[in-house]
């Protein structure tokens, strides 16, 4: 699969507006745009894609209500479509992602672009709020966020936090991580905390060891800016990741997830709270 870097959305091709939901969402079908999705469409919501089996859509549904920190659910689609109406206008969740991993029985099987071969009349669709969110809203409230600057996405981390089981689907939460400086760092906790839907506030400031994790070069992944500076703090909020990780524990037939930093990028307006 071909994927691109956080730069490439700021030197995307110039016949479609990055900034527009749909415009993005065309240009990621028609192969013109394989960049990650944290720098294009900005003032709108991102989401994490988590497609399971008919069977098994109930029990995941539980699982993300009992765990609303680390997957606040932003849309449900129907057994076998590939449109979620009430997040998007045009969707084909299928195809509109640019990256995708498909899993059999639990194992990492096919990193497709287009998932559209591998998709079920059985599946559905979940799409989770995604940190990509809050980064745009941290932003409009001048918190400096190093990783976008170098042309990085966030790090992920497995943490020794075990989730609120349902079903088939439990494990470890995954966080994500930003190097911020303290000021940031509580500037970001108080501007996050009012968005639920985006992870809400961080579960941890400046202490990796209290999630369990050793050694932030040893990311879950192995990608993402890892390096903290002098006179910065690692700040860790949960992940949609966690989702992903609980499908692979449960062993599903067949479940899609997204692929690293290839989101769902949705028509719903980020909340203008620009104070």
């Known amino acids: ?3 691109g870097s956080p730069q490439a959305a700021q030197d995307a091709d110039p016949g479609f507006d990055t900034a527009d939901p749909r415009a993005v969402r065309r240009a990621i079908r028609e192969g013109r745009f394989t960049g990650f999705t944290n720098l294009v469409a900005r003032n709108y919501v991102q989401g994490n894609l988590i497609a399971v089996p008919a069977d098994h859509a109930d029990a995941f549904e539980d699982y993300a209500r009992a765990n609303p920190e680390a997957l606040p659910l932003l849309g449900r689609g129907e057994p076998g479509r590939r449109d979620i109406p009430a997040i998007a206008a045009d969707l084909d969740i299928a195809r509109d992602t640019g ?3 498909v899993f059999r029985d639990g194992e990492l099987v096919e990193t ?3 998932a559209s071969p591998f ?6 669709p979940f799409v989770i ?4 969110s809050f980064e ?3 932003q409009r409230h001048g918190v400096r966020l190093r990783h976008l600057e170098e042309g990085d996405v966030s790090a992920m981390y497995e943490t020794d936090r075990d989730t609120v089981a349902a079903g088939p689907f439990g494990g470890k ?3 994500s991580m930003r190097a911020l400086t303290p000021a940031d760092a509580i500037r970001a906790t108080l501007i996050s905390a009012r968005h639920p839907g985006f992870h809400g506030a961080p579960v941890s400031l400046g202490l990796p060891e209290d999630l369990g994790i050793a050694d932030l070069e040893r990311s879950y992944g192995g990608h993402g800016m890892k390096r903290v500076l002098p006179g910065e703090l690692p700040v860790f909020w949960a992940c949609g990741a966690t989702g992903q990780n609980a499908v692979r524990a449960a062993r599903l037939p067949l479940a899609i997830t997204h692929y690293k930093a290839h989101m769902v990028v949705t028509d719903l307006p980020l909340p203008e709270d620009y104070a």
């Open 1 to 3: 699969m071909s994927t």
């Open 99 to 101: 990256g995708y991993m």
């Open 119 to 124: 998709w079920r009349d059985d599946l559905v």
């Open 136 to 138: 745009a809203l941290l």
């Open 112 to 114: 497709p672009r287009d």
């Open 129 to 132: 709020g995604c940190s990509f």
């Open 173 to 175: 939460l995954i966080v």
